[in-house]
């Protein structure tokens, strides 16, 4: 079962822009998180948002979290080539043990 | 060097055979989690553990079996029974404190090719 669906699929831009990916959910949460994964590697988690936080930062990322619409968002500002990867929100359900993932932006920084 | 480690990295099978991968964490997590994940696709759940000797079924177990005997190993084996085994593996394990969970610590991942 989808939990989180990103938007856009994939995503092209020049380097030093910003990036901006998005994440809908359907069902009530209690933490959303973001996750990156290089090509061929394991994920890296990047940044957890709980319930009742709307905005967090880290670094260069900065991820808003609106409950009311179900949907959360990851900035990344100055984009490098060392940001292209794919990126993933994942979500926990309120009655449950388990997070799921959804299918991932892939993002492009072009030189 | 703390960490979570999978083995191996690639992994050929005949139709017909089983295989088990490898994952160990010297984090002392709790809970260890199996994910499939196809080209361009997102991870499904196979199997997760929450406690040793203790492991429940996720989205896509057929065909997929677990042990958790130690706390720092959930090896995965893939039986003939999966009619379509070909795909990247990824372990992966978190501290359970009893409240929202925690963030989760990926392993490398293993690919499975079937020939």
């Known amino acids: 079962s989808q939990q989180g669906e990103e938007d856009p699929q994939a995503l092209s831009i020049q380097e030093g822009e910003n990036a901006t990916m998005n994440c809908s959910y359907k069902t009530s949460i209690n933490n959303l998180q973001w996750y990156r994964q290089n090509s061929g590697r394991g994920l890296v988690h990047l940044i957890l948002i709980r319930s009742n936080e709307r905005e967090k930062h880290s670094g260069r990322l900065r991820v808003t979290l609106d409950t009311s619409k179900k949907s959360s968002s990851l900035l990344i500002t100055a984009s490098r080539a060392a940001d292209t990867a794919s990126y993933f929100c994942a979500t926990d359900a309120s009655r449950d043990d388990k997070i799921i993932f959804g299918k991932g932006t892939r993002l492009h920084i072009l030189p | 060097d703390g960490g979570i480690t999978q083995s191996p990295k690639y992994l050929f099978r005949k139709e017909g055979q089983n295989v088990t991968l490898s994952c160990e964490q010297n984090?002392?997590?709790?809970?260890m989690y199996w994910y499939r994940q196809d080209p361009g696709q997102g991870l499904r759940l196979i199997y997760y553990?929450?406690?040793?000797?203790?492991?429940q079924k996720g989205d896509i177990a057929e065909g997929y079996s677990v042990s958790r005997e130690k706390k720092e190993s959930f090896p995965l084996t893939v039986t003939s029974a999966q009619k379509n085994p070909t795909a990247f593996y990824l372990c992966?394990?978190?501290?359970?404190?009893?409240?929202?969970?925690?963030?989760?610590?990926f392993g490398p991942g293993t690919r499975l090719t079937v020939l």
């Open positions: 984090l002392n997590h709790d809970a």
């Open positions: 992966a394990s978190s501290q359970l404190a009893g409240g929202p969970l925690n963030e989760q610590f």
């Open positions: 553990s929450q406690i040793v000797n203790d492991f």
